[in-house]
């Protein structure tokens, strides 16, 4: 229940923010961008459903792993998490709610960008839409594993990071490396690759997680 609450009131919080309006309406048409640049430089023509979950997942993730990092270190400075001193709340509940919003907001961004994908790949290529649509299930799969992974590391790192400027940079250069991670079983071209993607995913994910409520838990407020 209480984990209900908090989800709801960070949901609230995060999806007015200018950041999540940008990634709702910015992220589709910077792919759109990248498309038409891709074409007329090298003449061929990528499925803008592969285009946009790269943009997604590479821009997307690391503003909402950005955002989770800023937002635990600036709370941890303002001395919020003194109320657990007064307040019976359980530490996982705070960062998982915390988790839980942003990559749900970002999800919402993935799945319009991969509908805008569907739309123009239809309108362009003419594919039958049975290819349109494995191409976007794929790309959604892939977008939303690889969110999932740099949300739990902006987690991880807000929590263990002293400072905004640390954690920030620990998010652009390692907790992008990280994300990657689920991309492998495409890039190896492996049987079922959207699979074995979205389980890598879960288990980074829930691991990077584990360790940063254990840390978090060790924190003394």
Do not use: H
């Not at 803008?48 to 989770?68: C, D, E, N, P, R």
């Not at 941890?76 to 709340?89: G, Q, S």
């Not at 976007?136 to 400027?165: F, R």
């Amino acid at each position: 229940m209480q984990l209900a609450l908090l989800f709801t009131d960070e949901l609230r919080g995060f999806y007015k923010s200018k950041v999540m309006v940008f990634l709702w309406i910015g992220l589709p048409v910077i792919a759109l961008l990248f498309r038409f640049i891709q074409v007329s430089s090298t003449g061929q023509e990528i499925p803008f459903t592969v285009i946009s979950s790269l943009v997604v997942s590479s821009i997307g993730g690391t503003l909402a792993a950005v955002m989770l990092a800023v937002f635990l270190i600036n709370e941890k400075n303002r001395r919020v998490y003194d109320l657990f001193l007064i307040r019976p709340i359980k530490r996982r509940d705070i960062l998982l709610a915390k988790f839980f919003s942003v990559y749900t907001c970002v999800a919402i961004a993935a799945a319009i960008a991969v509908f805008v994908g569907i739309v123009t790949d239809f309108a362009t290529t003419g594919n039958p839409s049975s290819t349109v649509l494995t191409n976007a299930g794929q790309s959604l799969a892939i977008s939303l594993s690889m969110i999932a992974v740099s949300c739990a590391a902006g987690v991880l790192i807000g929590v263990a990071s002293p400072s905004v400027l640390v954690g920030a940079i620990l998010v652009i250069y390692g907790g992008n490396q990280i994300s990657v991670i689920p991309l492998l079983p495409t890039l190896l071209n492996l049987p079922d690759a959207s699979l074995f993607t979205i389980i890598i995913a879960v288990a980074v994910a829930t691991g990077l997680l584990a360790g940063a409520i254990a840390l978090f838990n060790k924190k003394q407020f």
